[in-house]
């Protein structure tokens, strides 16, 4: 798939002003001196490629985006801030193209040359990199040592100058022969005598004895944590939470003693209570029904009114009989006054006994009253009296149901709260009742608590350990200081025992922690199992080098083979079809090219000419076959885009034409050329040429 740039957009880039360019497979971009063109040109280089900084660019911080397609399915983004360049996704899709193929996809200031310090502007090393793969070899060759590319195998044996790897093969095989000397020595004095039995002994017991340490050490950690939970839970039921505790239950103590005594005095003033409540009650009915109005007449009325009048009758009468004048206004009177006092009996009477209902009520109150207050009731006044003196016992009493009320409430929060307390330091509902005893198994627990931490701590004290030296990870034995104190005795037997055969071993010991390098003091066992160790590192190490030799030295046999055969490679690959048909195209004489030593020669029908002395115009026009011929060769035949910055300004007017001619011919192969130029005459050259053949797909650009 080709692979092209599908726009440019571009944000505060120098001269030019924030603008996108879409564009084609042929794309002139015009500009007069000053007007950004080089500023395109290293915003691209910027943008796309990794080797960017291997031209001398300006320090400017270009801002905007190029977008490409063929690279991937979906179009990809490049900036001159993105990780990514267009090498990292050749790579990932194995092309196998050359590493800086910014130098051959882009022409910068008219500089046509591939190597701007050699001759002729290409050399060698150029063309290897691009049309072989003589940099690889030359890579793996300068991996292989001088001593080691001349050494050769003779007799199943590596033969060569004592120096580089070969060296150190030798110091490796001198190394391991040593210590195999020493392994045997060691085997005869040490592995099969006495010494070796009692240090096997040793051994066995110093196992036992670590076993035992780290059983006291997981028994440590445990009792520490034990410990721990322990002191937590005695924090939980003593000190400052168990004292407030106690003081909250005397203090609910005291409160229901306030309460008791507050409902005793409530119930003292029960009956002055209800008694104001009937007085109240009394006074209405009896003011509203008017009762004090409506009462039967004194019986003294009826009896004083009748004697007054049979006393007055009994005067007149005698007044009559005996004629006594003067008796007789006195009897008028008495009788007169009789009558009147039995006319107003009667009509209280009347008065009285008119709605019985009311006289009913008014019988009730008067024998309430008595039955209430031991004597007859005399009126509403009486009434009044009374209620008076009931309410100042009425309102203490209301006074005292509030308070009552109030320490209830009080009473309850409070017993809720030390019912929560207990729940929390016993993990139990005590109810009020089972206080008092709940205090003390907490104060007993405390105590109990305190007696099992103290036995805790003496015995970690009897274990002598740090809180670092504790052992979280279970043991498979259960600590036994008996078991630990004979294994000690034991151990102390047998490193006696062993001081007797040990000064002869001394010196052989020394000489084996020569090569661990451990302590003198370090056991047998360990010295051995690492001098073994060493020397199965040295063996292999002896038959890693002694592989690798062999391979490179196969390896140079076949680079050397390989390289007989690169320089006729480039010499092809320098005059394939498309490397020779862009030279006559361009040149219009030349039909192939050379490379002799380190030099370039282009050759005519008659005779051959170094690239150095042809002129300006001619070696770059044979420097643009090769940039396109290369990079059409090295692609396989898949199109890229090139960047030409007035890369023809050089060349004669006459070779203009043909420039551009076979720049339309490459666009129409489906290469993208985007051509950036000054030029007035090779402006119109692309307008001329280009615009017929290609139409849509010129696109003309003009910078202010």
């Known amino acids: 798939m080709a692979i092209n740039i599908e726009s440019i957009q571009i944000q505060k880039l120098g001269p030019l002003s924030s603008q996108q360019l879409d564009l084609g497979l042929l794309n002139l971009i015009y500009g007069h001196n000053e007007s950004g063109k080089t500023y395109l040109v290293e915003f691209l280089l910027h943008s796309i490629f990794r080797h960017a900084k291997t031209w001398n660019l300006r320090d400017i911080n270009p801002e905007g985006t190029v977008y490409l397609q063929g ?77 080691v590319r001349k050494a050769q195998i003779i007799d ?67 009792l520490s944590n034990k410990r721990k939970d322990l002191r937590s839970q005695r924090d939980n039921i003593s000190g400052d939470k168990f004292q407030s505790l106690r003081d909250q239950v005397r203090d609910h103590k005291k409160l229901r003693s306030e309460l008791e005594n507050l409902s005793e005095r409530i119930s003292s003033v029960k009956v002055d209570v209800d008694n104001y409540h009937w007085l109240e009650s009394a006074v209405k009915i009896w003011e509203e029904k008017e009762l004090e109005n409506k009462r039967l007449p004194e019986k003294m009325l009826v009896l004083t009114g009748g004697s007054l009048l049979i006393t007055g009758l009994i005067v007149t009468t005698l007044q009559n009989i005996f004629n006594w004048p003067y008796l007789f206004w006195t009897g008028i009177s008495t009788a007169a006054i009789g009558g009147l006092l039995l006319a107003y009996f009667g009509i209280q009477l009347l008065r009285g006994t008119k709605n019985p209902a009311d006289a009913s009520e008014r019988d009730t109150v008067r024998a309430t009253y008595k039955e209430i207050f031991g004597q007859p009731l005399k009126g509403i006044t009486t009434l009044r009296a009374e209620l008076n003196k009931a309410q100042v016992n009425f309102l203490k009493a209301n006074s005292m149901q509030e308070e009552l009320g109030k320490l209830e409430v009080q009473i309850g929060a409070d017993r809720q709260k030390i019912i929560e307390i207990f729940f929390e330091l016993l993990e139990k509902i005590v109810e009020e009742q089972d206080w008092k005893k709940n205090l003390k198994t907490i104060k007993d627990q405390s105590s109990a608590l305190d007696a099992e931490i103290s036995k805790i701590a003496l015995e970690l004290a009897r274990f002598n350990l740090d809180d670092d030296d504790y052992i979280a990870e279970p043991q498979d034995i259960i600590y036994d200081p ?65 592989a690798e030799i062999v391979a490179k030295i196969g390896l140079s046999e076949i680079l050397r083979k390989i390289e007989e055969e690169e320089d006729q490679k480039i010499l092809e690959n320098l005059n394939t079809d498309e490397v020779s048909s862009l030279l006559n195209k361009l040149t219009g004489k030349y039909q192939g090219l050379n490379l002799i030593d380190d030099q370039i020669y282009a050759r005519d029908p008659y005779q051959e000419y170094p690239l150095r ?13 090769l940039r ?33 001619q076979e720049t339309v011919d490459l666009a129409s192969q489906g290469w993208q050329v985007i051509y ?16 017929p053949v290609l139409k849509k797909k010129f696109k003309y650009f003009e910078l202010d």
């Open 156 to 222: 199943q044996k590596i033969s060569g100058k004592n120096q580089g790897q070969i060296n150190d093969l030798n110091v490796l095989q001198d190394k391991l022969q040593d210590i195999e000397k020493l392994l045997k020595l060691i085997e005869e004095r040490y592995s099969r005598g006495p010494a070796r039995q009692i240090e096997d002994q040793i051994g066995l017991f110093q196992m036992q004895l670590d076993q035992q340490l780290k059983a006291k050490k997981y028994r440590a950690y445990l």
């Open 482 to 546: 008996q078991v630990q104190a004979d294994t000690e005795d034991q151990l102390a037997s047998l490193e006696d025992e062993l001081a007797s055969h040990q000064s002869e071993l001394d010196t052989l010991k020394a000489r084996a922690t020569e090569w661990t390098r451990d302590d003198i003091s370090t056991p047998w066992i360990n010295v051995l199992h690492h001098l073994r160790t060493i020397r199965t590192d040295l063996s292999q190490s002896t038959i890693d080098l002694t």
């Open 71 to 147: 690279l991937e399915k979906q179009v990809t983004t490049f900036s001159p801030s993105s990780s990514r360049k267009i090498e990292d996704y050749w790579n990932e899709n194995d092309k196998g193209l050359p590493i800086n193929m910014a130098r051959l996809l882009v022409v910068k200031g008219g500089e046509l040359a591939l190597s701007a310090n050699s001759p002729g502007g290409v050399n060698r090393e150029i063309l290897k990199n691009a049309l072989t793969s003589r940099a690889l070899l030359d890579q793996l060759r300068d991996s292989i040592q001088p001593t």
């Open 628 to 660: 396109l011929g290369i990079a059409s060769h090295v692609s396989g035949g898949e199109p890229l885009f090139i960047i030409l910055d007035d890369a023809f300004q050089h060349s004669d007017w006459n070779r203009r034409t043909s420039l551009v």
């Open 676 to 691: 950036l130029s000054m030029d007035d005459h090779i402006r119109d050259l692309f307008q001329k040429i280009a615009k």
């Open 613 to 625: 002395d042809l002129s300006t115009g001619a070696r770059e026009q044979i420097q643009l076959a």
